[in-house]
């Protein structure tokens, strides 16, 4: 399940990044790697990009790349 | 000496002393957001001076380490995430710690600034930094913030296990930094500590394959050459000649055994973190609760965010107008009463004229103009300071999206409403070329304050005094308001074209952190604001002061015979008075000048713009700086208006400005409109097209862009004129 697809305030887990994105190799230094808790906490006012907590700090991402970001519910 | 807050680890001593240079080099390396400014500004009591190297387009900070023995400079970098560089910011904190910015010494310690709320990804950075062979003493700030959060840090336990000095700090407090002053005194005479990660054994291998073949290699710096694809170390690697088909080779290796080098230097990086980090946190809260989250529950809402935002920028933009005012009043008062005065000591005569025509019309009118520039870097440094210009690129990422553009690019467009010159070199920040160089070429569009003393003056003199609702909408607040929109609605198909055009490819993402809210601090904030209008006053003290001067000496020379003596003969013809035979010299005197005569040649292009040569030489010599044609109309209507009356509002005599032939005046609201639309699009500033070229590399696109805007500014402009003159 892809974190984009994930209802608020649910807390994740990661499973993977989708590689072949640069973008993929950014999230992922930026701690969006397997086994580190996600959670989207809210969508911009015109419903994208989505505010997400990433460990302990949050994070703004688009749909697109939270699309990049596998998870399974906490 | 030695405070608690010291958590040193055992450092081999150095025999080799790196003491023989006079001058230590230390660097300051962190994220974004954890309080690396206010720490550099600690550590050097705010003493610094900006340096822009050869050849690197981004501006390094520095200044002296306070309260040490060793003479030090301390070197400001970009916040960074990793040492994997892409955007030129990135690129500068790796060049810096590799020794190999011109002029620039490698660093002989570098300070790792941790932010122990966020400890895991700082960590992530810090373990790149280990591995880079320099000694580090690493600077934990935000103690405070990661108690509130219910976060206790054993700061021991984390020197040992990483095996450099640990040093928590509060850089809000200056005295609270002595201890990492004398930490980094004390780690110039030790070794660099040994790479703290062991890479999955592939990677190795090949890495020390690339070291065999390039020995002058540092261990790092091969292994970001191999995982870095297309990055910059590659570049540079391969831009010195290095053996470009052994990486290749060698990524082929990697990729047979089903190895991806950038994910597994990543995964064993962060493997790294949870092994040192383990018992060195405990959290006694869970996450999420902290009042920056309860904040950001309403300033990110959909609504209440939108409605904060909209709310804000006309905050801003209310007190751009009405708190700006009586400061503008107070300028313009105390320059009147200075050239009141100087016209009293001086004879009449050149000098007074330079003085008063060229010196206190050209600096003053610029000055009167500060006020506004201080109070929206006011509101930008708050911002910025507060985290809250993150949460305005979060809510209108979305509206940028279809220019091809990102939240990011709010920022930098959001500053060039002050000016275009920092909002350009801000666009360093965007990773992506393609997004940045849009960025670049759409800021100038932006009503910058320079354009405020056009509107300002043409508004204030043509726009009438017409308030509806009780004084809520006001005619001139709206014509302003149109002079904004103007240049946004011309950026937004400008960059859909180019984003279609020279710049199509792929969308840009948006991976932007939002850095917890933290009280603005007075002394950054006024800080920012001092610089920015110091620079702005160092502009308008060299550059407008030179172009006053210049422009004043192309309307007052060459001042021939042949002029008076045809003025005379006229005198005799009509029987002027005195008074009369003065203005009428004054004025043509400015028409046979060298700018009268400029402005007359080209007279043919502006005449369908409903602009005469007077408003032709104001155009021309506002090439240097849009606002000195400010400086230049009240040198040209003052010089008109005879020397009894030097200190005429300018709006004043551009009321009583009269076409010659007719007698009609010259400045009607269309032509006033038709003027200010042009000042609203052109690219009038040589500050911004330098800086164009030093951030782009190249000519080309502050050719583009002085052409592009010229061109568009003169349409519009005419649209304008014509428009107007068919309504009115
Ligand atoms: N609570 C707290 N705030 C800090 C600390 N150090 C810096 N700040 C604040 O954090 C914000 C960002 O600091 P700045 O130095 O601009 O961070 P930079 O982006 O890393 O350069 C500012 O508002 C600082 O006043 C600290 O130790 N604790």
């Known amino acids: ?74 | 000496m030695p405070a608690s807050n010291q958590f040193t680890a055992a450092a081999a001593p150095i025999t080799e002393a790196s003491t023989t240079r006079e001058h230590a080099t230390i660097a300051l390396i962190g994220n974004p957001n954890t309080g690396k400014t206010t720490l550099f500004n600690a550590l050097t009591g705010f003493r610094r001076h900006v340096a822009n190297y050869p050849g690197v387009t981004v501006e390094i900070a520095r200044g002296p380490i306070r309260g040490i023995q060793r003479p030090t400079e301390l070197l400001d970098l970009p916040g960074t995430y990793s040492l994997a560089a892409h955007s030129p910011d990135e690129t500068v904190v790796c060049d810096a710690l590799r020794g190999r910015v011109p002029d620039q010494a490698r660093p002989d310690v570098v300070i790792a600034i941790v932010d122990a709320s966020n400890l895991k990804r700082n960590l992530y950075l810090l373990c790149q930094l280990l591995d880079s062979g320099h000694p580090v003493v690493v600077a934990l700030t935000m103690n405070d913030v990661a108690a509130a959060r219910g976060l206790r840090v054993d700061g021991k336990k984390l020197a040992q296990r990483l095996g450099v000095p640990v040093i928590a700090v509060d850089a809000r407090q200056p005295q609270s930094v002595a201890p990492l002053a004398q930490a980094v005194e004390d780690a110039l005479n030790v070794v660099p500590p040994p790479a703290a990660v062991e890479l999955p054994q592939p990677l190795t291998a090949v890495t020390q394959q690339l070291l065999d073949r390039h020995p002058e290699l540092h261990r790092s710096e091969a292994l970001r050459i191999i995982t870095d694809q297309a990055g910059h170390a590659e570049q540079l690697f391969l831009g010195r000649g290095g053996d470009g088909a052994l990486v290749n080779t060698l990524r082929v290796e990697l990729a047979a055994q089903n190895v991806d080098p950038t994910a597994a230097e990543i995964r064993a990086r962060y493997a790294w973190v949870d092994r040192v980090l383990g018992g060195v946190v405990e959290r006694t809260l869970p996450p999420g609760n902290s009042w920056s989250h309860r904040i950001d529950a309403i300033l990110t809402h959909r609504v209440g965010g939108t409605i904060f935002l909209l709310a804000l920028l006309y905050v801003v933009f209310t007190a751009l107008y009405s708190w700006a005012g009586p400061l503008m009043d107070g300028i313009e008062w105390s320059l009147a009463a200075v050239g009141d005065a100087i016209s009293d000591v001086l004879p009449t005569g050149i000098i007074r004229s330079l003085v008063l025509d060229g010196l206190i019309a050209g600096v003053g009118g610029v000055l009167v103009f500060l006020p506004q520039i201080l109070i929206l870097f006011l509101f930008i440094a708050i911002l910025e300071d507060c985290g809250y210009l993150a949460r305005a690129a979060f809510l209108v990422d979305r509206l940028m999206r279809p220019l091809g553009l990102s939240g990011r690019a709010f920022i930098p467009l959001l500053s060039s409403f002050a000016c275009a010159v920092p909002a350009i070199m801000g666009t360093r920040a965007i990773a992506d070329r393609r997004e940045r160089f849009i960025t670049i070429l759409i800021a100038p569009f932006m009503s910058c304050s320079a354009r405020l003393p056009v509107y300002v003056l043409l508004i204030g003199a043509l726009v009438p005094p017409v308030a509806w609702l009780g004084g809520w909408a006001r005619l001139d607040a709206l014509v302003m308001l149109a002079m904004y929109l103007v240049g946004v609605s011309v950026a937004i198909p400008i960059a859909w074209l180019l984003r279609h055009t020279t710049f199509s490819g792929p969308a840009s993402g948006f991976v932007l952190e939002l850095p917890s809210y933290k009280l603005p601090r007075l002394r950054t904030v006024g800080q920012r604001v001092y610089m920015a209008g110091k620079d702005f006053v160092i502009r308008a003290g060299s550059i407008i002061l030179i172009a006053s001067i210049v422009i004043w000496a192309l309307g007052y020379f060459p001042r021939s015979a042949a002029t008076q003596r045809a003025v005379q003969a006229q005198q005799q013809k009509h029987n002027w008075s005195d008074s009369e035979f003065e203005t009428h010299l004054a004025s043509a005197y400015l028409r046979d000048s060298y700018l009268g005569r400029l402005g007359q040649t080209i007279e043919p292009a502006i005449r369908p713009l409903g602009w005469d040569w007077r408003i032709g030489v104001g155009v021309l010599a506002s090439f240097p700086a849009r606002e000195v044609i400010v400086a230049t109309l009240g040198t040209i209507f003052n010089l008109e208006a005879g020397s009894e009356e030097d200190t005429a509002p300018l709006e004043q005599a551009i009321q009583e400005a009269a076409w010659p032939d007719t007698g009609r005046p010259l400045f009607t609201l269309p032509v006033a409109l038709s003027l200010m639309v042009f000042f609203a699009l052109c690219a009038q500033c040589v500050s911004t097209l330098a800086v164009i070229r030093r951030e782009t590399g190249t000519w080309l696109w502050p050719l583009v862009s002085f052409g592009g805007m010229t061109a568009i500014a003169y349409v519009a402009a005419l649209l304008v004129a014509q428009v107007g003159a068919v309504l009115s």
């Open chain 1, 1 to 74: 399940m892809s974190l984009a697809g994930m209802p608020l305030s649910k807390n994740c887990r990661v499973t993977g990044v989708r590689p072949g994105n640069p973008l993929a190799y950014r999230l992922m230094e930026m701690g969006v790697i397997e086994g580190a808790v996600v959670q989207v906490l809210r969508r911009a006012p015109l419903g994208d990009p989505l505010q997400v907590r990433v460990g302990d700090y949050e994070l703004s991402l688009r749909q697109s790349e939270a699309d990049l970001i596998e998870v399974v519910a906490d």
